[in-house]
């Protein structure tokens, strides 16, 4: 999942995890704010940090595919080129991008931390969708409006718009 900040891609994430649960499916969030808390926190926000935020999310995403898990990446990942080496690391059906599109505005209003209000003011250098670009996906595979649909709604979308071949049976076999 990629779009800026306050987006709703978190939210998301959980709801679909507890869903995927939920059906037996084994399934691992991997979401950037708690990344960078452990994993990632050696990086800041320059293009170069940000680029190797993603590719390292996505190896580690490479080794729980490979291990049977459903992944789900949420990050801002404001960078087409980014997001494209992180598709290349999977076989075609694995990589799902997702577009949390939510206007900047809505993302503002939504700023429980004040994030916005410290970069507008100049507090947070490098801010997307402030001060540091964010290259809307031109062609994902599922594109989730964010601003007039409630969460657990935008998830059922979410579930309705993933191509088979990229979900894995929500069923689980009856044991003898």
């Known amino acids: 999942m990629t779009g800026l900040s306050g987006a709703g891609k ?5 709801l679909l995890e ?3 649960r939920a059906a037996g499916q084994g399934v691992c969030v991997l979401d950037g704010d708690r990344l960078r808390l452990g994993l990632n926190r050696d990086l800041g926000f320059s293009a170069q940090d940000r680029a190797e935020n993603i590719r390292r999310v996505a190896e580690v995403a490479r080794l729980m595919v490979d291990a049977g898990l459903v992944v789900i990446a949420s990050l801002i990942s404001p960078f087409r080129d980014d997001r494209a080496k992180a598709r290349a690391l999977f076989a075609p059906g694995e990589f799902v991008e997702v577009y949390v599109d939510t206007p900047l505005a809505v993302c503002e209003q939504r700023d429980v931390k004040g994030l916005y209000a410290r970069a507008r003011r100049g507090e947070l250098p490098q801010f997307t969708g402030i001060d540091s670009p964010y290259e809307p996906p031109a062609a994902p595979e599922i594109h989730l409006r964010c601003d007039s649909i409630a969460a657990p709604q935008a998830v059922d979308e979410l579930l309705r718009a993933i191509p088979a071949a990229a979900r894995p049976p929500l069923t689980l076999a009856a044991r003898s």
């Open 10 to 14: 978190s939210t998301l994430a959980d």
């Open 18 to 20: 507890q869903r995927l």
